[in-house]
């Protein structure tokens, strides 16, 4: 099944990615062209705007769009166990290696995230809002109550996207820092204005989340500055590639078989950052990308079954 299977009839399909500019877009661009070079003439292809996150399960349920991202998979996996993706599968997940991590002020008298309770006062953190959709904001919030620090008792900065609370606390504008996107750049400056250190969340609050579907992860010492062991922390990787479960089975078919037969197409655009630097984990295994939080449409499960192994072509992506 190494040739593309062939559509007889023009399709339009709508995709729902990130604010535009980032990783979640950029898959869906590459996916729209690769579908859109094997469909027939007439077909349609848009890329509507969104956060990631619970909006684009809701857009989805509600037929507004054809294909959406979430990242990271972990919560698609706890709104699955909470009974909010009925009727939707998955197509495939494209792989980034991320956690929610918390770092902080060296200077704070903290060894884990529930000692933040004592000197909530304080404390301002950078993170991002709880708001029903933003999964940064539902995790950070729901880790730190579990953890027994109050949210109400704390000041926060909020913003929708990394960078903004990054800035803020590399400026020592915050002194807590609770965040995810950890293989960007800025996350090696956070110790521009003065020493930092990084808080487990502590076996209470992975266990909770694990019962649930969210697992944890490690970050190995060495990875940001400071940090002189392994820390355990929340899981926040990868980007799930959901779908309706009526999606047509010879759409999901070429869906999937453009994800896994031109994968080299998005790879290109990383290689110049290394491997665990960057915010797509290349290589991209078909193994891989066929585990995930949701069960795969049929025509999807079929498709990676009948591709296996099969050798890619030698052409090189727009990007190389």
Same mark, same amino acid.
């Given at each position: 099944?190494?040739?593309?299977?062939?559509?007889?009839?023009?399709?339009? !399909?709508?995709?729902?990615?990130?604010?535009? &500019?980032?990783?979640?877009?950029?898959?869906?661009?590459?996916?729209?062209?690769?579908?859109?070079?094997?469909?027939?003439?007439?077909?349609?292809?848009?890329?509507?705007?969104?956060?990631?996150?619970?909006?684009?399960?809701?857009?989805?349920?509600?037929?507004?769009?054809?294909?959406? !991202?979430?990242?990271?998979?972990?919560?698609?996996?706890?709104?699955?166990?909470?009974?909010?993706?009925?009727?939707?599968?998955?197509?495939?997940?494209?792989?980034?290696?991320?956690?929610?991590?918390?770092?902080?002020?060296?200077?704070?008298?903290?060894?884990?995230?529930?000692?933040?309770?004592?000197?909530?006062?304080?404390?301002?953190?950078?993170?991002?809002?709880?708001?029903?959709?933003?999964?940064?904001?539902?995790?950070?919030?729901?880790?730190?109550?579990?953890?027994?620090?109050?949210?109400?008792?704390?000041?926060?900065?909020?913003?929708?996207?990394?960078?903004?609370?990054?800035?803020?606390?590399?400026?020592?504008?915050?002194?807590?820092?609770?965040?995810?996107?950890?293989?960007?750049?800025?996350?090696?400056?956070?110790?521009?204005?003065?020493?930092?250190?990084?808080?487990?969340?502590?076996?209470?609050?992975?266990?909770?989340?694990?019962?649930?579907?969210?697992?944890?992860?490690?970050?190995?010492?060495?990875?940001? *500055?400071? &940090?002189?062991?392994?820390?355990?922390?929340?899981?926040?990787?990868?980007?799930?590639?959901?779908?309706?479960?009526?999606?047509?089975?010879?759409?999901?078919?070429?869906?999937?078989?453009?994800?896994?037969?031109?994968?080299?197409?998005?790879?290109?655009?990383?290689?110049?950052?290394?491997?665990?630097?960057?915010?797509?984990?290349? *290589?991209?295994? *078909?193994?891989?990308?066929?585990?995930?939080?949701?069960?795969?449409?049929?025509?999807?499960?079929?498709?990676?079954?009948?591709?296996?192994?099969?050798?890619?072509?030698?052409?090189?992506?727009?990007?190389?």
């Amino acid at each position: 099944m190494s040739e593309a299977p062939v559509l007889k009839r023009p399709i339009t !399909l709508q995709f729902r990615g990130d604010w535009g &500019q980032a990783n979640l877009h950029r898959i869906c661009g590459w996916l729209a062209q690769e579908i859109g070079d094997r469909a027939p003439e007439g077909s349609r292809f848009g890329i509507w705007n969104g956060r990631g996150g619970i909006d684009q399960i809701e857009a989805l349920l509600a037929g507004e769009v054809d294909i959406a !991202l979430v990242t990271p998979t972990a919560a698609v996996q706890m709104l699955d166990r909470a009974g909010k993706t009925k009727g939707l599968a998955s197509l495939g997940v494209v792989g980034q290696r991320d956690r929610l991590v918390v770092a902080v002020d060296a200077a704070l008298p903290v060894d884990t995230v529930a000692d933040l309770a004592s000197i909530a006062d304080q404390l301002t953190v950078a993170t991002s809002q709880d708001d029903g959709v933003n999964l940064i904001g539902l995790a950070a919030h729901k880790a730190l109550r579990i953890a027994g620090v109050d949210p109400e008792k704390l000041n926060f900065f909020y913003d929708e996207r990394p960078f903004p609370p990054l800035d803020h606390f590399i400026a020592g504008k915050s002194n807590v820092l609770i965040h995810e996107a950890v293989m960007t750049p800025r996350w090696q400056q956070l110790d521009r204005v003065r020493p930092v250190k990084y808080l487990p969340w502590g076996d209470e609050v992975l266990r909770a989340f694990a019962a649930e579907g969210w697992g944890d992860a490690v970050v190995e010492a060495g990875y940001f *500055p400071g &940090q002189t062991e392994d820390l355990h922390t929340l899981d926040f990787s990868d980007f799930a590639v959901l779908c309706r479960q009526d999606m047509d089975d010879d759409v999901a078919a070429l869906v999937t078989w453009c994800m896994v037969m031109t994968r080299r197409a998005l790879e290109a655009q990383y290689q110049h950052l290394p491997a665990d630097r960057s915010p797509v984990t290349y *290589p991209l295994v *078909p193994a891989d990308m066929a585990r995930t939080p949701l069960p795969l449409h049929p025509a999807a499960a079929r498709t990676y079954e009948a591709l296996g192994d099969s050798e890619l072509s030698d052409s090189a992506p727009v990007w190389k």
